[in-house]
Structure formats: C-alpha cells, structure tokens
C-alpha cells in the first residue's frame, strides 16, 4: 500500500469494470481495422460491378451479404462505408474540438465581454436545427466529404467549448495559477500550459461524443441524398436505396442499418465509457 | 424577473436577426433559380419577367428588407412551388399530420419514459435497469430513420400486422407514432433515472426515512416532485424537435405533412418558403427556451430568490 498510484490508474480500472464501454471498445477497434485494410479483406473494389448477372442476390458464403441492385459485392460496400462514415466522424471531431478549445478557454478565461459573445454564439447554434443548416449548406456546396466534416464540427464544437469553458473557470482562481500569473506568465501562456493540460479529460469526452453526432449527421444527409456523393458508399445512402427494395430483397436494408446502428452504438457507449472514467463526478449525466 | 424575461427578449430579437440575415445569404448564394429546373425549361426572357414579377431582380438588400417587412405583419409570401396559396395558407394545410404524429408521439413517450426511468432508478441495477439503460441508448444513439425502418421491417414487411405507410387510416398512424416516440422516451427515460438517483442521495430524503415516512410517500411526494424539475425543461424543445424529425419520419412513412418541404424548398430554390420554415423553427427554439427556463425558475424558489441551488 505504500507505492503511489497516478489517476490514470484509477481511471483506467474505473474503464475495464465498465464491460459495456470495454466490449464497445473492441467492437469499434475492429470496426476501425476493417475500415483501414479494406482491401485485404473485400473480393473486389467498392464501385465495381462484378456481378451484374447475379444482382439483388441474397447472402451466400462467396457474398457474405449479398449482391446489391447494381451488381456490386454489398460486403465491400459495407466495409468501404465504415471507411466513410469513420472518417467523417473523426476527422469532424477533431475539428469540432479545434474549434472549441480555444474557444471555450478565451470564454472562461476571461470572462466578461469574450464570454458574452462566444455564449451568443452558442446559443445561435443552439436554435437553428442541424439539419436545417446542413441541407442548406449542402445545397450551397453540392454536398461532399468536406462539406459534411465542416457542417459536422460547426455543430459539433458547442459541447467541447461548454466542457472546457466549465473546467478552465474552475481552474482559473488555483493557487497554481495564481501563482503562475505572479511569475510573470502571460495570459497565452497559462491557458497553454497550465488550463487546456488541466483540460485534457473534458476534452477527450467531448471528443470521442462528438463523433457519433457526426456519423449520425453524415448518415442523415446521404439518407437524404446530399452527402457522400454516389458511388462511394457511405450506410446513409445505402439505406436510402434499400428502402425500395425491401419487401423483396431484405438484405439491402437490413446490413446498412445493422451497420450504422452498431457504429453509433459503440461509439457512444465508449465515450460514456471515458467520461465516468475520467471524471466520475459527471456520472450519469 | 421582469429584467430577465425583457433581457432575454431582447437576445432572442437579436438571434432572429442575425439567423435571419444568414439564412438569407446562404439561400440567395445557393447558384440557380426557382426557374432553372430543367422538367419545364422556359427561354430566358420568360424567366427574366417571371423573377421580375417576384421580385427577384431587385438587389439583395432591398429583397431581404421587403421580405423582413412582410414578417414583421405575418406575411410570409407565396411559396414558388405552389403559387395557389401563401405559405401560411400552406403550414395550415401541410402541418396538422406532422402534429398529430409527433405530439402524440412526444405525449405517449414521454410518461412512458419517465415511468422506465422511475421504475429502473427504484431497482437499480437489476436486470430491468439495464434493459431500460439498453433501450434508451438505443433511442438516442440510431437516427429516426433507422428506427422507422425496423418496425417497417419487422410490423409491415414479416408480420404484415401493420401498414407501412399511408395518413388516411388511423391505424397507418400506430408505425410512425411509435418511430416519433422512440426518441422522447428514450430522453426521458434517462434524464428520470439519472435525476431521482440524485435526489434519492439527497440528506432530506435520509430525514424522511428517518422521520418513518413509508418509502411510497417519499418516492411519490418527495423525490418525484424534486426529480421532475430537469424534466420540465426538456419538454418543449423536445416538442420542436419533431419538426426537423418529420423529415425523415413522414419519408420513410409517406405521411403528407411537413417534412418533405423542408428538402422541396431548398431543392427547389422556394425561398419565401425556405426562409419562413427556417425563421418558424428558429424562432419556436427560441421561445421554447425562453419558457422553460421561466417554468424553471417558478417551479424552483432557489432559482427564483437568486440563490445559489
């Protein structure tokens, strides 16, 4: 009982008795591998249609999935969309906390009038519905994988900002920031080395949350028909074609949907995971 | 109180304002016009005396003014695509079914939320909390149109109990009523369980049981009432949020209501139709938000004196 143990420690038991997060974890781990050498393991490439003769076919052990209306393999295609629903997820939370760290630390920083007007902002994104903002903004770049990311993380900084807006207030009136400022730090220079590292678990939370929002976004859209433009898969627009084979041919919208529902399952329960993890105080919020 | 409620009043004006203006933008930026369809191509003197006769080719400014003026008495024009009536003739016609779904959606998973999370907060962690854990993670992590395509899947298309689609029978209604609920129920049942653990840590409610009131008046008197304060406040913009919902809702059940205008007029350039769909939501969030943190703060003296809860 004498030697020491860091918070990481804790955090990390605090992970591996949560069976849900971990289990969730390993299934998107595989997700993940199966999107990055989707080569490896998919008969053929995702848009090419090998098996016109057999179309609409049902699952079978040479087509895992079966074949979709345009004779193309549906097993690549559901791997190829992890590729795409992943890396919109990741690459738009990334950006959303791009985003919102420096803001949320100016607004609790320094208080007052900075605070005022990135609270304004939050509100503005608050009353206008995603989506809404979304088909227009798709409409106004023809859609695509960046419009999505960008459409994604300007919806998606509010809750990293709202995260790191809260713990940088808190830390604000330490001692060691306190102490910090008598040396002489610049106001840039405690936000950087002493509030966002003091951040770090909000973050994280905010990060890993943001990405299932995103993913639901991307899939709306394409559902939509103003997302990832065909014929790059993406499981959105795949469930949008399925739809009209359904009654006859399960099997082109069962998978799709199986897919995205697992992914964004996974992925949620994962940052629910980390947030109790790190911070056990925010429990079951 | 007053000051707070004229303060916020006035945040909101300025919100409509700025929402309005970029809106506005963004609409106008879109490249093409309410006539460049190509299903009914018309030579280009037409088109120049058609966006004349709408007004379409005066400058932006004066465009969005003339239009912000008509809002300003209630008249949001004439939407392009169906020229027979103005859109507030239109929102009457096309609004009642997405109502009438989503409220009766919002109102039957709501109680059936809070109930899942009462009874999953008084058995905690029992089987039955982790299956009400399941299915409101479910709820709130798959898209609506997932959600609308199992019960398709499984009601319609295996058992064929239930129609897939269609507004004119009631009982075509049960399918999206209960794709509408999924997600109220969901929020529910979460926030109820998360909110009565809070409470029931509580020391008052050690006093209680102290003081030998019987676990039911505690629970249903005590904890409840406590517990049903964070509950308020999601309500409406819940409410709201089946506008947007119906988009995909009344798609997947080809109900005929809302949902469809909101892709119809951006696709088709409407813009009277397309800023006044935005400007209502918009504006409904506002509002929305606006009462429920007054219901708040009546419900919750602690608010209300200016205390610290």
Redesign the interface.
Known sequence: MSQTRSPLYFALRRFADNKAAVVSGIILGVILLMAIFAPLITPTGYADQDYLTEALSFPSSQHWMGIDDLGRDFFTRIVYGARVSLSIGFSAALFAVLIGIPLGAIAGFYGGWADWIVM?LI??F????P??AA???G??TNGGFFTIVLIASLFGWVQVCLLVRAQVKAFREKEFVRAAQALGASPGYIIRRHLIPNSISPIIVGFVLAI?LAM?LE??LS??GIGVPPPVPSW?QM?NVG?DF??FY?HL??FP?LA??VT??AT??LG?GLRDALDPTLK?? | MLRYIIGRLLSILLTFFVVSLIVFLMMHSVPGGPFDGNDMPVSDAVKAKLNASLGLDKPLYEQYLRYMWGVLHFDFGVPFQSPGETVTELLARAWPPSLILGGSGVLIGAPLGILMGMAAALRRNTWFDYLVSAVSTLGLTIPVFVISMMLIMVFSVWLNWLPAGGWEKPYSWILPITAYAAVPMATYARYTRSAMLDVMTKPFVTVLRAKGLSERRIIFQHVLRNAALPLVTVFLPMFIGTATGSIFVEAMFRVPGLGAYFVSSIELRDYPLEMSLILMITMMFCVAYLISDIVYALLNPRIRFGGKS
């Open positions: 304004r509100e503005l608050s009353v206008v519905p989506l809404l088909m227009l903004l409409a106004l299932p639901m899939a709306s559902f939509l959105g469930i739809m359904m009654y399960w919208a069962v949907t995205l529902a964004v399952l949620t329960l629910d079951g919020r």
